[in-house]
């Protein structure tokens, strides 16, 4: 079992940064993949970004490329995800998810463990 917990979001204006952390409990996380998905309402959930524990292997969604850095830290089993140069399309539900594997997979539907979800609201 792993536990994860997210932290981080909030309201902020367009152009602000946020940065998100997921605290991982329960197992070493050097087998899993973690990622984080986002969920408006109204609309499916959506991958953002995810990492490769062991190796540091990232990838994005092309519609926040250049401007989300997916990153973790091993002593603090904590992985990270730093929002630039939010839009208002970025408000969401942010989600940090977990699974024993070595591949990167962007479907929710491959991801067994989640955290419970942190609010970034952008307002114009």
Known sequence: QVQLVESGGGSVQVGDSLRLSCAASGRTLSTY?????????????EFMAGIVWSTGSTKYADSIKGRFT????NAENTVYLLLNNLKPEDTALYYCAAEYNFYMRASAAAYTYWGQGTQVTVSS
């Open 70 to 73: 997916i990153s973790r830290d």
């Open 33 to 45: 993949v973690m990622a984080w998905f986002r969920q408006a309402p109204g609309k499916d959930r």
